[in-house]
């Protein structure tokens, strides 16, 4: 299964506010620090505001932050939101389909994987690997 870059981006966005719980963040110096587009960060950060993943303060000393502590961020949950299509093959589209063993095994493995990402937080992520931040581009505003 690959998740899509919006997911990818998305999971970025969390990690880094979540490394900077102390201040607001803006989406230029987020873009920046992963050399990323700054428009395509934007479209992502309002869906994840409007999901009550992220707070926006709008303003001269405004920015974004974690809307809850990482560990209240279930990836699974964020997954789920984020990815609009879990057919891995396209059985929805197929001939076969209804009479196929496949679809109920690619739909187990589908679960599977959710189940495994659903186990974990924003915050459990965090602390399986060293800091990350002295790898970005540009730390701190």
Do not use: W
């Amino acid at each position: 299964m690959r998740l899509t870059q919006y997911t990818d981006y998305a999971l970025r966005v969390l990690l880094y506010l979540a490394k900077h719980p102390d201040r607001l963040c803006s989406i230029q110096e987020i873009a920046t620090a992963y050399d990323i587009s700054k428009n395509h960060l934007m479209k992502i950060i309002n869906d994840l505001v409007h999901a009550n993943y992220l707070v926006s303060v709008r303003g001269r000393n405004g920015g974004i932050r974690l809307a809850r502590p990482p560990e209240e961020i279930n990836v699974g949950a964020l997954i789920r939101h984020t990815e609009n299509d879990f057919d891995l093959v396209g059985c929805g589209r197929c001939i076969i389909a209804p009479a196929c063993g496949m679809t109920s095994v690619l739909d187990e493995a589908v679960a599977a994987f959710l189940a495994v990402l659903e186990r974990y937080s924003l915050a459990d992520a965090l602390a399986r690997k060293g800091d990350f931040l002295p790898l970005l581009k540009v730390v701190g505003p």
